[in-house]
């Protein structure tokens, strides 16, 4: 898993039934970093930890309230293509942190859904990310482990 953590870190989140803005979603503070081939995770969760992954969770709990989780990792082709291959359908989207939310609301509702998988390619000064959404913070990382998971074993 250490391979899919991106060099500015992984973070991953929960937020509130009734969230409404970034600090009513818990991440990690100081992201969980990969160190020495191990995931190294410094704190335990506080609300208002990550501004990129409370806007995501915001942006898809407007539209299906119960995607209320999320993991960013890597993005890489095989984890794309490992996510279509379970019918996953991911879905992209630009990597410009201005008006993210509304950008992605309306990705999401041109899609008519949210996919469980979302990403960037990245842009200048932006590392590439994905983000994996779950019904809780630990499907969402269970579904990235497993993704993961199944692109080690066919190597």
Same mark, same amino acid.
């Given at each position: 898993?250490?391979?899919?953590?991106?060099?500015?870190?992984?973070? @991953?989140?929960?937020?509130?039934?009734?969230? #409404?803005?970034?600090?009513?979603?818990?991440?990690?503070?100081?992201?969980?970093?990969?160190?020495?081939?191990?995931?190294?995770?410094?704190?335990?969760?506080?609300?208002?930890?990550?501004? &990129?992954?409370?806007?995501?969770?915001?942006?898809?709990?407007?539209?299906?309230?119960?995607?209320?989780?999320? @993991?960013?990792?890597?993005?890489?082709?095989?984890?794309? #293509?490992?996510?279509?291959?379970?019918?996953?359908?991911?879905?992209? +989207?630009?990597?410009?942190?201005?008006?993210?939310?509304?950008?992605?609301?309306?990705? +999401?509702?041109?899609?008519?859904?949210?996919?469980? @998988?979302?990403? &960037?390619?990245?842009? +200048?000064?932006?590392?590439?990310?994905?983000? @994996?959404?779950?019904?809780?913070?630990?499907?969402?990382?269970?579904?990235?482990?497993?993704?993961?998971?199944?692109?080690?074993?066919?190597?």
């Amino acid at each position: 898993m250490a391979r899919y953590v991106p060099n500015v870190g992984t973070n @991953v989140g929960c937020a509130l039934p009734d969230a #409404s803005d970034a600090t009513d979603v818990a991440a990690i503070p100081g992201r969980i970093y990969a160190v020495d081939g191990r995931v190294e995770i410094p704190a335990n969760p506080e609300f208002g930890a990550s501004r &990129h992954v409370a806007t995501l969770v915001l942006a898809a709990m407007a539209k299906d309230e119960r995607l209320r989780g999320a @993991v960013n990792i890597v993005t890489d082709d095989e984890l794309l #293509s490992t996510a279509r291959d379970r019918g996953l359908d991911p879905m992209e +989207f630009g990597a410009e942190s201005d008006d993210r939310d509304r950008r992605l609301l309306d990705r +999401f509702a041109s899609r008519g859904a949210v996919p469980r @998988v979302t990403y &960037h390619r990245g842009a +200048f000064g932006i590392e590439p990310i994905t983000y @994996v959404l779950g019904e809780t913070a630990e499907e969402a990382a269970r579904l990235a482990v497993s993704l993961v998971k199944e692109i080690e074993e066919a190597e």
